[in-house]
């Protein structure tokens, strides 16, 4: 490539990642005037969006390699797979069977990523002898409890079958075939006082959660380094709840940490001198961001 | 510089520990019930950009306003200022330029060459020029890195007045000439105003101060009244005087909370954060002690660096709750909980100073008070202790090394510090202490390596296949599987 036309692209990228940075949607960022000779370069090298008599650097095709050395080419190919996943998520938002799918994946996905920090005394007393048998028993019961969770939450009885729309539109799901031992699975229930827990959270925190971790792990998936285009995906998945909710971030926000400081209230054990919650709640059911 | 914020979130309820927990009779797990307590430097990078504060909060980094490289010169240069005017106080005055130039070297001998040329040549040379003469203001009643503190300062907006909790160390303070100077190594000669932010911080120091009560002060500051006092920014060229009726600091001291609060708390995240950061990768501030933890290039490899990230950022915020259970419950501890109970928590032992000479203080404690001291020395050997001189409010924070015991008399090593006219003297165990808490600053470590080690990495693909660490994190969190080789 001509080092002119690597200096003309990565000036455009730039205007593109400071359009984004300021604040600007996606959709409106990184355009310039139509200039005959900007045009043939984006052409020349399959890079071409137009539209308004503007043009801009094409979001869906691949930049050269030039280009994809520079910092900007770097974070704006960074930027276009986040685009990609902005495209997925409101379409998993209006697709009841894919998003019932992606919440209860979501939610899996959460408990998989938590090292269930659990008071030690609970542990011996229902027969765990070590912290590493504690925390292959709790990753292995990941199936049970998102099970038990999807049926005293929102009703379904088989999980498996939730994920199988999900699985038609090539979208990731919670492998199920990831099940332990049933009966370690039961002993993990009862040390974190699964069904109370249940009894506690909101059908609504359930869901947020689930849908936000699922975004989470499309983003892990698509290996989405740069923050700021991590942000361009969480910029769509709260507006996409905010719409469907009603409701604000903050809103949103508030009512999962109220829920789950209700959870923590809730599974309190009373020792002769001090109060224990029994897990840190706040490191197992959470926002990823 | 604006910061825009929704309005409802200021101004901030402020979460104190309740009585329970400030006596510890819950458990130190999970989430706080209660909101941190933050320092000015918090609230410095809250308000310089809300990534600042993120970072601090969840990544360890430290202070914003320090850019990268200048770590160390401008405490080495607060410190020979200190010096120097301790010494113009007792009329032993430098002759000239050449004499301090002296003196700095002398003062400055331990300090890396680089480090002595660039502070002399680009900060104490400049301040020279233009302060000689003023040294013969200095007088016995200056006093340097006073201790502040006070869970319940209060910050108007509008017709309500909420208090939040706050903590820092004045660099400078003249009970004389009735001003408190903020120094800094910030500014240039050709500066009309203070360096950004450096009147908010040294006006957030002056509330903190004018809002502790009178029967906290030292017993000889009964008199003095902070309200009066100047506000003065010194850089190494000019003089800056602080406005203290200024409604935006007082509007920018409650967005700087509400970030803090948030952060911590869970109430606003990363994405929040990056909607309001003040720069961006094409107009970086490249002053900013952030700038790398902000923009530092994720290389390719490792490939598994989604999956690095995913499993440990959930280490970020349980690793700053344990700084809040560490270090922000002991400070709120020692504001709010009578003399008795931090002695029985086995916290506080109280004395009175006999004598400060020579780097040695020696104080009277009763042999009922003394208890916990000892109880550090001979079940772990631990001989550190915080000495607070004046009160937990207003004060001087000294590490002091336990030398000697004879019957009530303790003598402890505490270096060559000027301290204030008072009698109070209260012990308390070090920060490093393992009887009061873990020290909560490896927390804080262990955020920075986690978020390094994140950040980490090659773009060069050949270079990244031989990289061992590398290749350990592509095994560990992504697919590649590691074969032990024969010998």
């Known amino acids: ?289 | 510089m604006v910061i825009f914020m929704d309005e409802r979130a200021i101004p901030v309820s402020w979460r104190r520990p309740e009585k329970e927990v400030l006596l510890e009779n819950r458990y130190k797990y999970s989430r706080p019930p209660f909101d941190p307590f933050p320092t000015v430097t918090n609230l410095i990078n809250a308000s310089k950009c809300p990534v600042a504060i993120l970072h601090d909060i969840l990544h360890g980094v430290e202070d914003a306003m320090i850019p990268l490289g200048k770590y160390g010169l401008g405490t080495l240069y607060q410190r020979f200022i200190a010096h120097l005017k301790i010494c113009a106080a007792r009329n032993d005055f430098p002759s000239s330029s050449s004499d301090i130039h002296y003196r700095f070297e002398t003062f400055a001998s331990d300090e890396k060459e680089k480090t002595r040329s660039d502070c002399w040549r680009y900060y104490v040379e400049p301040w020279c020029s233009k302060r000689l003469v003023n040294l013969s203001e200095a007088n016995e009643n200056i006093f340097f890195e006073l201790s502040i503190a006070n869970a319940y300062v209060p910050f108007k907006l509008g017709e309500k007045t909420p208090t939040y909790p706050l903590r820092g160390r004045i660099d400078e303070i003249d009970l004389k000439n009735q001003r408190i100077i903020e120094r800094t190594i910030k500014g240039k000669r050709t500066d009309q105003s203070p360096p950004p932010l450096k009147d908010f911080q040294l006006w957030l120091l002056w509330k903190t101060l004018s809002s502790i009560e009178k029967k906290n002060y030292p017993e000889r500051w009964g008199k003095v009244n902070f309200e009066d006092f100047e506000l003065i920014v010194e850089t190494p060229y000019h003089d800056f005087v602080v406005e203290k009726d200024n409604p935006d600091l007082q509007k920018r001291a409650h967005v700087a909370y509400a970030w803090i609060k948030d952060l911590a708390g869970g109430g606003k995240s990363e994405y929040e954060a990056y909607q309001h950061r003040t720069c961006n990768h094409i107009t970086t501030d490249t002053e900013c002690g952030a700038r790398l933890a902000c923009f530092r290039r994720p290389y390719k490899h490792p490939t598994c660096r989604g999956e690095v990230h995913k499993e440990i950022r959930k280490f970020y915020p349980p690793l700053f709750w344990q700084q809040m259970w560490d270090d922000h419950l002991f400070r709120y501890q020692l504001l709010m909980l009578e003399k008795k109970d931090l002695g029985d928590l086995g916290y506080l032992s109280e004395g009175r100073v006999v004598s400060l000479k020579d780097g040695k203080i020696e104080m009277k404690i009763d042999p009922g008070q003394a208890a916990p001291i000892l109880v550090r020395r001979t079940s772990s050997g631990e001989r550190n202790n915080l000495l607070v001189i004046g009160s937990f409010f207003l004060g001087f924070e000294l590490d002091a090394t336990l030398e000697e015991i004879s019957g009530d008399k303790f003598v402890m090593s505490v270096g060559k510090k000027k301290i204030p006219p008072s009698e109070r003297a209260m012990i308390l165990p070090a920060e490093s202490s393992i009887l009061r808490t873990s020290p909560w600053w490896l927390s804080r470590y262990t955020q920075r390596d986690l978020f390094n080690l994140e950040r980490w990495g090659y773009e060069i693909e050949a270079k990244a296949k031989e990289h061992s660490v590398i290749q350990l994190l592509e095994c560990v969190f992504g697919t590649k599987k590691i074969v032990r080789e024969r010998p």
């Open chain 1, 1 to 289: 490539m001509k080092k002119e036309d690597v200096e003309t692209i990565i000036q455009m990228l730039q205007r593109f990642i400071n359009d984004v940075e300021g604040g600007k949607a996606v959709e409106e960022a990184g355009w310039m005037k139509a200039e005959h000779g900007l045009k043939l370069i984006l052409e020349k090298l399959g890079l071409y969006e137009g539209g308004n008599q503007c043009i801009r650097v094409s979001l869906h095709n691949p930049l050269p390699t030039d280009i994809l050395k520079t910092p900007e080419g770097d974070i704006f190919s960074d930027m276009q797979l986040a685009a990609k996943i902005r495209e997925i998520i409101p379409k998993i938002g209006k697709d009841q069977s894919l998003q019932i799918g992606a919440e209860i994946s979501g939610f899996a996905y959460m408990l998989d990523a938590s090292e269930f920090p659990v008071l030690s005394h609970r542990l011996f007393k229902e027969g765990f002898s070590s912290l590493d048998e504690w925390y292959k028993s709790a990753l292995n019961a990941t199936f049970l409890l998102t099970s038990m969770a999807a049926k005293k939450v929102c009703g379904i009885e088989n999980i498996g079958e939730m994920f199988k729309p999900l699985r038609h539109s090539l979208l990731p799901a919670f492998e199920t075939k990831k099940q332990g031992d049933e009966k370690d699975a039961d002993r993990v229930r009862k040390v974190l006082k699964w069904d109370e827990v249940l009894e506690t959270v909101d059908r609504n925190t359930f869901k947020i959660i689930g849908f936000l971790w699922y975004v989470d792990r499309l983003a892990v998936l698509e290996g989405i380094r740069y923050p700021e285009s991590m942000m361009l995906i969480q910029e769509r998945a709260w507006k996409t709840l905010e719409e469907k909710t009603g409701k604000s971030i903050r809103e949103l926000r508030k009512a999962v940490i109220e829920d789950i400081d209700r959870v923590e209230n809730r599974t309190i054990d009373k020792g002769t001198d001090q109060e224990y919650a029994i897990a840190s709640w706040h490191e197992i059911l959470r926002l990823p961001w």
